[in-house]
């Protein structure tokens, strides 16, 4: 069993930067892809980005391609998601995914272990 725990949301003007960490319990956290998910008011939760279990490989969304960079430390049980040129459409419940394969994926039925959420919210 894997338990995921975002850290690291919170307020931030337009045009400013975040960066959202993942935290795994597990020893076998390096041989999992990873993901991070967002769900905004009203609406589904959507994809944002994925790493694969080395970190050679990765997939964005198109709406924050540019913008946000996913990144592990397999030694430290991590994956971040650094936010930059923030937008008020980025406010959103951020989630960590973990899924039992190595290779990159970018629908919520793929992942198998999901975190608790943390806040983000982009003010105009």
């Known amino acids: 069993q894997v338990k995921l725990v975002e850290s690291g949301g919170g307020l931030v003007q337009a045009g400013g930067s975040l960066r959202v960490s993942c935290a795994a319990s597990g020893r076998t956290f390096s041989s999992y892809a990873m993901g991070w998910f967002r769900q905004a008011p009203g609406k589904e939760r959507e994809f944002v980005a994925t790493?694969?279990?080395?970190?050679?490989?990765?997939y964005y969304a198109d709406s924050v391609k540019g913008r946000f960079t996913i990144s592990r430390d397999n030694a430290k049980n991590t994956v971040s998601l650094q936010m930059n040129s923030l937008k008020p459409e980025d406010t959103a419940v951020y989630y960590c995914?973990?899924?039992?394969?190595?290779?990159?994926?970018?629908?919520?039925?793929?992942?198998?272990?999901w975190g608790q959420g943390t806040q983000v919210t982009v003010s105009s």
């Open positions: 790493i694969s279990w080395t970190g050679s490989n990765t």
């Open positions: 995914a973990g899924r039992r394969l190595r290779n990159i994926a970018t629908t919520r039925n793929e992942y198998n272990y």
